[in-house]
Structure formats: C-alpha cells, structure tokens
C-alpha cells in the first residue's frame, strides 16, 4: 500500500513538473512574451484651469507584426473631457522585435473637480494569437475659476477689432475697383459708339443764323444723305425729328430737346394755331416713335412724305418779316 502511495505521488509530482515545463516554453516562444505593461496613458500635467487644454498620451507595446485595435475614444474617456484633436499615431521600433504605438490627444475640460479615465480595453493580435489587456486608470483635477467674496460684476468688453491691413485693402477693393473701371469704360464707350451727332448740328450753334435757314439746310442735308434708301431708316427719323426738335427751341422758344412727342405737340398747340402745320408735325413725330421704339417698317412713301412734311412745315412758319431773299447770314425777327 505504501508502495502504490510512494508511486502516485511520484507520478504526480512528474506530471506538475511536466506541467510547469510545458508553461516554461510556450511563455518562452509566445509572441507576447515581455508585455507585461502593454498599454500606457498619461496626461502632461496633473492639473489644469478650467477650460486650458492638456496632451493625453497613449502608448501601446506590441509585436512589430501584430495589429492593435483600440476602442473608440470619444465613447470609451470620460463625458467631462472634450477631444479637440488627434495627432497621428507613431511607431517606434524596438530592439526585440517590439513596437511602441504612440499617440497624442488634445483634451480640455469645462466642470471643475476630478476627471477619471477608466481602464481602456485592447487588442493585439499576431497570426493566431490574441491578447486582450487593458490600461490602467488615470486622473485629471480641473481648477474652477475662484470668485472673490469682494468682488464686483463687469461689463462686458466690446469685441475687439483687428485694424484693416494693407493687403486686406488690395484683396477686396483692388479687384472691386477694377470691375467697376471696367463697368463704367465699357459703359462710355457703347454710350459714345450708339450716340449719335447729327453733321448738321454745329449750324444750330450759330445764333446770326435765322431758324428756318438752319432747319431747311438741315432737311436738304438729310435729303441727300439718303439714309432710307440704304436700310437706315431707324437713323433717318432719329435725325429728321432731331432738326425739327431744334427747329422748336429756336423759333418757338419750346424745349423741344428735353421733351417727349406727346409735350412737345402739347407746347406747339400754344404756340402754332395753323393746324395743317400741327397734323404735320403729329404724324411726323408718331411715324418716328413707331420706327424707334416698335420696331415698325415703314414704306419708301412714308419716309419720303415725312421729309416733305418737314420741310413745308418750316417754310408755313417762317416769320412774316423775313422774305425769301433774305440769305442764310440774315437774322430771324
């Protein structure tokens, strides 16, 4: 009996020790073998005021082939601690086949007291092998802000302006100024290219000259520029209603210039009592606010009857005392 008891034990300390052996070599040849610590987090400093920012670092001890995975921050630290931004994760080589994994995280905080930050779950894993561990807790103190007994409430400071810079000028002004010189000179220059000077105006300017003389050189002008035979007839009635416009300044003191049509037949109502000569001067006028603003075609006919129109409607309103022998460097009564 003896015997078997000295036999069993025998038998069972061999199995322990074959036990042990075993552990020995798999410790030995594990891939996680030295990671007694595997993951690390630290704050640079201890404490901070109450709305300062801190540097949170982690770091992790892994296999240089493993993959670490690492649990979702802004779930896993404290409701009292905001991320504000992640600095990118470096890898640090080590001496026996080991990697540090390090990143920077910068936190700050908006409660006064403790902040905890619990232990953080991880996972390496190389091939096969998987390894859980877990950081060990942390502590951050945030410092409220102290409020003398004594001490009296402020208004609040207005907010501060910058002064405008040169270049801040040149960035939105420059190009401004530039767009609206553009604007304005293309706006000249397509007033200027429509704009047109009748050849006949600077006899208009000539005060020794009689009225009737200027309008009548004018029309026989007009006449012989044959403007509406050759397409332009937009052109004719703008320069036809143009001499007889001047033609009212000068003779009947209206200004005829500044009018529209329908003033300038209202003035020359007052003025003229025949009323051939103001049917005359009615269709005239009508006949060219068609072709300027309708758009409308009129015929050979009418352009011609307009001219001939135009030039009775002159000589009816010659002043009595002059005659028609008078010549062109006489003056109107």
Known sequence: MAHMLKKFFRFAIF????????????????PFRGMAQQARLK????????GKRAVLTIEIDAPANSVVFSPTLSDTLSQKLELISFK???????????????????????????IVIPPLPFKAITNADTLLFESEPLMLYVQGVEIG??????????????????????K???????????IIGFTLWYLRKRKYKPVSESIWEKPEIPSHIAAISSLESLKNKKLWQSGKVKLFHSELTFIL????????NIIALEMTSSEILQAAHRQIKEEESLESLKYIFELADLVKFAKFEPEAQQNEECLELALEFVKRNIPQAVTQEKGPGEKKN
């Open 88 to 114: 990118k994760t470096d890898t640090i080589p080590l001496s026996n086949g080991m990697q540090t994994l390090k990143q920077d995280i910068l936190v700050t905080a908006w409660e006064p007291g403790f």
């Open 172 to 182: 939105w002004y420059f190009p401004i100024a530039i767009i609206t010189g553009l």
């Open 245 to 252: 416009r001047m033609y009212l300044q000068k003779r009947f």
């Open 43 to 50: 704050f640079d400093t201890d404490s901070i005021a109450m």
């Open 149 to 170: 007994e004594e001490a009296s409430p402020f208004d609040i400071k207005p907010i501060f302006k910058m002064p405008v810079s040169v270049y801040e000028i040149m």
């Open 15 to 30: 199995r322990v020790l074959l036990l042990q052996l075993i552990v020995l070599v798999l410790i030995i040849f594990s």
